[in-house]
Each structure stands twice: as C-alpha cells, then as structure tokens.
C-alpha cells in the first residue's frame, strides 16, 4: 500500500487549549486504509495533552475519541504492549480492520478503510497542558474500493450514581465489535448488553462485572486494564433497531462521562435486487 505525507505543520502553542484542523485541502478524497498523527512537544501525546481526536467524511463524524480512549483501543486493536506507548509522540487513527483481525469475521478475504472520494478532516484538541510543538499528519492509501470501515464515536450515559439503567445506542444498521468505557470516572459496577427486535423479543449478547471486565482485558490491553476499558466482542454483532447497554453504577457514577461504541460499516456501494 502506497503512503502518503504532509509537511505542512500545526503549530502548538504551550499551555492552551485548542482544535488543530487538517482540512480536505490537506488530505486525499478517501482511499485510506489508516490516518497516522505524528507530534512533537514533550505533552503532546493521547495519554497527556490531547483529548479528543475526531475524523469526519464529508463533514459526518465517523470517529470522536478522546485522546486516552483511541490510545487503549489502538492496544486492544494492535494487540501490543507498546502500541502506543505512555508518552509517545506518534500514533495511529485507524480506519480499516487491522491485520490482526484481518480473516476474522466480517473482514475475510475484505479490504478494509475509508471509500474513495470522500472529503476527509481530522481535528486534533489539546487541553491547557499541551506543549510547543507541532502536529503533522500521514496516510496509507488503498490500493483497490474497500468493503468495510471502521467507526467509533462517543456517547453520553447520562446514568447517574448507585443505579441501574439501560442507554439506548443507534447503530445505524451497523456490526458492533465492541465498546470503550471510562471506568474510572462511573465506577461501572455490572454492564449488560442487549439486542432488541422490531418484534419486541430481547437476546442478552454479555453479562459482566467490573472485575469480569478487568479480566477480560489483561490480553487485549495489558498497559491500561482500568481506565479507560476496551470490551470487543468475540465477533461483530448485528444488534436489533432498539437495542442497549445496561449500566450499573456505583456511588461515583456521572450521568456526562463517556462511551464510545466500536463499529463495523459497510461501504460497498447498493446494487440492485
């Protein structure tokens, strides 16, 4: 897969809050297997100064993450310990199935990425203790259409402390392959999740505690098994229209804190019946 690479640089200024923008102007229209964030700036990175990274195609949201949720779920992805590591000033925005899941269903024998012809933008946000530095961006192109891309965009709970409560969740007709929850700031105590049919019938697709979900990600994302936590599915699941994760919290629930659902698009273009 050929690569690509801006010179043109964000400049980042030390101790300020911002949203550094790479307009369509700066990236190709779409063909991109993975977008790749290179820093400079000893507080520049996802675990420190950079809290949200978001990726739109032609002005849609396709990823919202903050900075600490999109490094746990490149560990869990990647399957490596090092994959960002703590500090490290470079890192990947995935928009394809990694090779790690490549052959696993719904990627088998599919190239995976965003659809050609799409205008593409990427903001970066740093909070007040980002560094002088700068921001550049790079890409790997596809070679040939994909089939599937990859989404993931968070989502309020609004699920207060010491309760039970479902959180709707619009797929929008999409494969979920997992979610990412901030534990540390509700204290999830229990989170189930549930398909429901059109016809009103419910099939509960997980179960777990908090220490079921800790457990769970000792071999996916060993640097970080606390906050924030990455849940993947043993496969993609096709949840029904009204479907929802059930939250069970402790006495440090907080209605705002944030998910993010991993998703599963498919991009191939209609065809006719």
Partial sequence: MPRGYRTDTM?????????????????PQGGLKDLYVVATGANNSLDNAITQVVVKLEGVEVINMTGTQLRVLLEALRISETIPGAGQLFFTIPMGAP????????????????????????????????????LQIGWTMLDTPPAYMLKCVKQATGVSLNTTSPVAVNYQGNDCLGVILNNAATKIVKLRLVSRLADGREYQISDMSAAM?????????????????????????????????????????????????????DVRPATAA
């Fill in 11 to 27: 400049v980042v200024a030390a101790g300020t809050a911002a949203t550094y923008v790479f307009n369509p102007n700066l990236l």
């Fill in 99 to 134: 090779q790690a899941m490549v052959g696993a269903w719904p990627f088998a024998g599919c190239v995976s990425g965003i659809p050609f012809g799409l205008n593409v933008s990427v903001e970066i946000s740093v909070s007040a203790a980002s560094s002088a530095g700068t």
């Fill in 213 to 265: 979900m800790t457990a769970l990600m000792q071999d996916s994302n060993p640097l970080t098994v606390s906050d924030p936590l990455v849940y993947l599915h043993e496969k993609a699941y096709r949840f029904g229209p009204s479907s929802y994760y059930e939250f069970t919290t402790g006495a440090a629930g907080l209605p705002a804190d944030l998910f993010a659902t991993i998703q599963v698009v």
